[in-house]
Structure formats: structure tokens, C-alpha cells
């Protein structure tokens, strides 16, 4: 009986993806492109906020220093604390249903596409700053203090010292967020978009298959964020490099000396206390 219904279901999978295969295949586009690009920009949203939030103030800073950081610290934090408090799916209200309310229907967004990608972008932008600001306190202070002491600015340091170190240890929570997004998107069908979970709803209201559709929906993701997360992984271990080295035999340092096995063979004998080099 179990297996009739695996039979039965197979053959509904297969009636509804002849007759709607490209409507699915392009909700699957519409959501890699919408996933993709709102992680992109959240990242830079994040990498932007959480410079900002790990920037010290000091006592030796003027005054007007002082009060403008924390000014700017507090909506950073405001923000953060707003987007990641709350759901997705009623920012996309508040913002695409919003923006007309308040101004009696004389501004409101026209395009789906401008509001999806935004909302989704401050939302990871706000993740992101938690993530980029952890990953800042992670590198070795030791190497701020360094690069300060040789005469490097704030902000020298961080793009040259510190943001590069911290960029391979939040890799991992950029690749999530961006497998969250393939599927938090899904949500955004509140506004009318597009994208792959709204095709499933399309699809189920027209010929009445819902869990035949459903099963189409989560195999779909399923590939997807497992496709990703291979590829994010074989990125950060590119990222990290060779896990073997082998000794340099060359070295311009010891060019005046020979090779690298002639350089062992004079230092040898200048610990025994001769000269290989000297006669007489």
C-alpha cells in the first residue's frame, strides 16, 4: 500500500513538472539571483557596520569625536538590533505596505524586484555586522598594536591588517547566510514576488496537487543549499592554502654561499671552528 502511494506520487511529481517545469526552473533563477545579490550587498552593509561598531573611542579623542562615533554607534546598533528582532517577512510588509500608508499613496515601490532586494539585504547587512564585528575581536590585537606602533592609521590597519584575517574567519557565516537567503526568500511571495516557493503555491491552487508540489519544493531546496555548501566549503579551503610546505631551497640570502646543502656543509664546519673557504 506504502509503495502504491511512492508510485503514485512519482507519477504526480512527474505530470506536474512536464506541464510546469520552466515555471519552477525559473522560480529557482528568480530565487538564486534575489539570494545572491542581497548577500552581496548585506555583506557590504555588515563589513561597513561592523568597522564602524568596532571603531574604539579613546581618551585622548577631541570632543566632537567622541560624541559623533557614539551617534553613529547607536544607530548602527539600532539597527542591527531592529532587523535581526524581528521577522523577514513583516519587514517586507512594513516597507513595501509602509512607505504608501504614510504618505497617502503617493510614494510607494513599483518595482518587486527593488523592494525584495532590499529588504533582504538589510537583513543580512544586520547579521553580517554581528558576524564582521566577532571576527574584527578574533584577530590577534597584538597585530592592531604592531601595525599602529609602525605608523599605520585606524583605518590602514583595518583594511590591511585585520579586515583580510577576518574576512577568512566569518567565510563560514557568509556562506550560511547566503543559504539561509535561498531560502528565507521564499517569504517575500507576501509582496508578490516571484520566486520559487511562490511557483509551488501557483501550481498547488491551479491543479489542487499540494504535497505532490510540496515534495517538488523541498527536494529543490534541498540540492540547492546542499550544491552551495559545497562549493563554500571548497572555497575556504582555497582560502586557506596548501596544508604542506615543502623548504625552500633557494634563498637570495645564501646566493653568495651556494645551494642550500653547501650552506649546511659551511655551517658545519664554521661551528667546529674552521674556514672551508680559507687556505693556509
Known amino acids: 500500500m506504502i509503495i502504491n502511494r511512492f508510485v503514485q506520487l512519482w507519477e504526480d511529481i512527474l505530470h506536474i513538472f512536464s506541464k510546469y517545469g520552466k515555471v519552477y526552473l525559473n522560480g529557482i533563477f528568480n530565487t538564486l539571483v534575489l539570494s545572491t545579490t542581497a548577500t552581496i550587498i548585506g555583506c557590504v552593509i555588515g563589513f561597513i557596520c561592523g568597522v564602524i561598531d568596532a571603531v574604539p573611542i579613546r581618551e585622548n579623542d577631541p570632543a566632537w569625536k567622541k560624541v559623533l562615533l557614539r551617534i553613529v554607534k547607536a544607530l548602527v546598533r539600532i539597527y542591527v538590533e531592529f532587523f535581526r528582532g524581528t521577522p523577514m517577512i513583516l519587514q517586507a510588509v512594513f516597507i513595501f505596505y509602509g512607505l504608501p500608508y504614510f504618505t497617502m499613496n503617493k510614494v510607494q515601490f513599483t518595482n518587486i524586484w527593488t523592494v525584495s532586494i532590499l529588504v533582504v539585504s538589510i537583513n543580512t547587512g544586520a547579521y553580517m555586522a554581528e558576524s564582521v564585528r566577532g571576527g574584527i575581536f578574533s584577530v590577534d590585537p597584538g597585530q592592531t598594536e604592531g601595525a599602529l606602533a609602525i605608523g599605520m592609521t585606524h583605518f590602514q590597519t583595518m583594511m590591511k591588517v585585520v579586515l583580510p584575517q577576518a574576512a577568512r574567519n566569518i567565510m563560514p557565516q557568509i556562506g550560511n547566510n547566503f ?66 610546505y615543502e623548504l625552500v631551497k633557494a634563498d637570495h640570502h645564501l646566493a653568495r654561499s651556494g645551494d642550500y646543502n653547501r650552506a649546511i656543509h659551511y655551517g658545519e664546519h664554521y661551528r667546529n671552528g674552521n674556514d672551508p673557504e680559507r687556505k693556509g
Do not use: C, Q
Open 179 to 244: 543559504i539561509v537567503n535561498i531560502k528565507d526568500t521564499s517569504v517575500m511571495f507576501i509582496i508578490g514576488f516571484s520566486d520559487f516557493f511562490s511557483v509551488h503555491k501557483m501550481v498547488s491552487g491551479a491543479i489542487f496537487t499540494y504535497f505532490p508540489s510540496a515534495t517538488i519544493e523541498m527536494v529543490g531546496y534541498l540540492i540547492l543549499t546542499l550544491l552551495f555548501s559545497a562549493i563554500l566549503r571548497w572555497a575556504e579551503r582555497k582560502m586557506d592554502g596548501s596544508s604542506s
